[in-house]
């Protein structure tokens, strides 16, 4: 079955600027597909567009045939668990310990006044743990999350998606601010875990390397619109300046740089 | 710089039609720091010979402002967490609250407790009462900045793992917060002693109404030994506060 369906997803922001030009695609059960394209591109907005962060404009989202679009408050919160979301910035609370991090992976789960104040049953204590153990951060585990390395923080960041036991996992840039080594462990541990698990996952990256390196499929945006989807094999040197093509001239030299 | 010129000169001659205006007998400047000197030598020495009374009437402002802002420090935190722009539950709630805010701050504490003292009578009540609407005021403006302040990828992150509002606030934006929360509580406590101890003036009990009564009294010696113990009450709540806030810098 067709995991996520998306038909004709457009965004345009209230100032005019129009971030996604009609988009579909369709993603199945454990696909680990890479987005690339320029910056402002509309990579960020399509990911946000589809767990509900950013509202789109028109078009229709699909997660496991029920359209997600229009559902509110509760159903909301049902359909964001469902996604997992890992972010450049990591995003982590810095000044709580590492576990607790993962452990609001659980949150979508509880009821309100349970998830406020923290009291994760056993049950999700054990996942998150057993979670640590899996992205290599066990030793970790009750330090604060910024006493950590950027490589290991994107690393609880995945332990935290993982969490939320999602059928998917929304991955913006999460190696943008790594360096080589880093980004090698952390692409090797979101890859490792989706694999193991069944989890698809849809990744936006700069590098294209590194989407040629890891993803099953790549689809490429350009101003809002889909203009590449297919296997990595198929992705030309025509087809990558195509998509880069137009971008600014210190985007690209900021590709080769970061590449 | 023609611009700066013209509001500089624009400036002064305010300043000099105030002056003009309010004509003062500035005679009195001379003749009066005579009667000052005059005032400070009936002063010395210190009379402490109330010490009881002066002492209890202290204990009593200072248990006015740790009462007063307590209250407002628990009101003011629930509260600033639906005023902050970042993550209050609708925007008009946010400005209402914002508004309600500047309207008790508008008004000075002084003015409060002479209100509180119409409706509840005199006594430390309407003391608590002031200093915790004062309180409010402010804790709640500058709580909701420090709330504000807290990184927007925190609250995205906690919003998308399908979190409720509550859980965001409680398990992502208050740990970032708490520190400048805290530092905010201390300095607003170090401010309500200070007035504490001025409401008496007007009777709302504590040390205040001791100086009133003494310089009613003309026993300048007594209201400078209830000066000196406000001024060591003030600045030894200053002197741990400053520690207290170095602490929780160093924490960051």
């Known amino acids: 079955m067709t995991l996520l369906q998306v038909e004709q997803l457009k965004k345009v922001y209230p100032d005019g600027t129009v971030g996604l030009k009609g988009i579909s695609f369709e993603l199945e059960a454990g696909e680990f597909v890479a987005v690339i394209g320029p910056s402002g591109a509309g990579k960020s907005t399509l990911l946000r567009c589809l767990n509900r962060m950013v509202e789109s404009s028109s078009g229709t989202i699909t997660l496991q045939g029920n359209t997600i679009t229009k559902v509110k408050a509760k159903q909301l919160r ?15 609370v810095a000044r709580s310990t590492v576990l607790t991090n993962v452990l609001h992976g659980r949150l979508g789960y509880m009821n309100s006044l349970k998830g406020a104040l923290g009291l994760f049953n056993k049950q999700d204590t054990e996942l998150a ?24 923080q994107q ?13 998917l996992i929304l991955a913006d840039e999460p190696i943008a601010s790594l360096d080589p080594a880093a980004s090698q462990t952390v692409m090797q541990t979101l890859y490792e875990a989706c694999k193991a698990d069944g989890i698809a996952c849809l990744c936006n990256l700069h590098q294209v390397e590194v989407a040629k390196k890891f993803a099953t499929r790549i689809i490429g945006i350009r101003a809002g619109e889909k203009v590449f989807d297919g296997a990595p094999e198929q992705l030309t040197d025509e087809m990558i300046s195509y998509i880069y093509e137009g971008a600014k001239h210190e985007e690209a030299v900021g590709r080769k740089e970061t590449a | 710089m023609g611009k700066l010129k013209l509001y500089f000169s624009a400036c002064l001659v305010v ?14 400047l001379w003749s009066g720091l005579f009667k000052l000197g005059n005032t400070i030598s009936l002063m010395l020495p210190p009379d402490a010979s109330q010490w009881q009374y002066v002492l209890s009437a202290a204990i009593e402002s200072v248990q006015v402002a740790i009462i007063g802002t307590v209250l407002a420090i628990v009101c003011s935190f629930f509260l600033s967490f ?32 002479l209100i509180f003292i119409v409706a509840v009578g005199l006594g430390p009540l309407p003391g608590v009462l002031a200093i915790m609407i004062g309180a409010i005021g402010s804790l709640i403006k500058v709580f909701a900045q420090s709330i504000e302040e807290v990184d927007e990828g925190v609250i995205e992150a906690l919003r998308a793992t399908g979190s409720s509002w509550l859980g965001i606030v409680i398990q992502g934006v208050l740990p970032c917060a708490l520190t400048a929360l805290l530092a905010w509580c201390v300095m607003r406590f170090e401010g309500d002693l200070a007035e504490s101890t001025i409401l008496g003036t007007v009777g709302a009990g504590g040390i205040g109404y001791e100086l009133s009564h003494a310089m009613r009294g003309y026993r300048y010696d007594q209201a ?13 709540v200053e002197l741990v506060a400053n520690r207290l806030k170095l602490k929780m810098a160093k924490r960051l």
């Open chain 2, 82 to 113: 639906l005023a902050a722009s970042n993550i209050t539950p609708h925007p008009a709630l946010s400005w209402a609250i914002r508004g309600i805010c500047s309207l008790l701050r508008s008004i000075p504490t002084l003015i409060w407790v």
């Open chain 1, 155 to 167: 690393r609880v960041g995945i332990a935290r998606a993982l969490a939320q036991r999602p059928a």
């Open chain 1, 78 to 92: 049902a359909v964001r668990r469902k996604m997992g979301m890992i972010f450049q910035g990591y995003n982590l």
């Open chain 2, 15 to 28: 300043f000099v039609l105030c002056l003009l205006q309010l004509q003062f007998d500035y005679s009195k």
């Open chain 1, 129 to 152: 743990k057993a979670l640590l153990n899996k992205v290599g951060l066990s030793e970790q585990m009750y330090k604060r999350a910024d006493e950590l390395s950027g490589g290991q």
């Open chain 2, 224 to 236: 400078l030994f209830v000066g000196i113990v406000i001024f060591v009450m003030v600045f030894s």
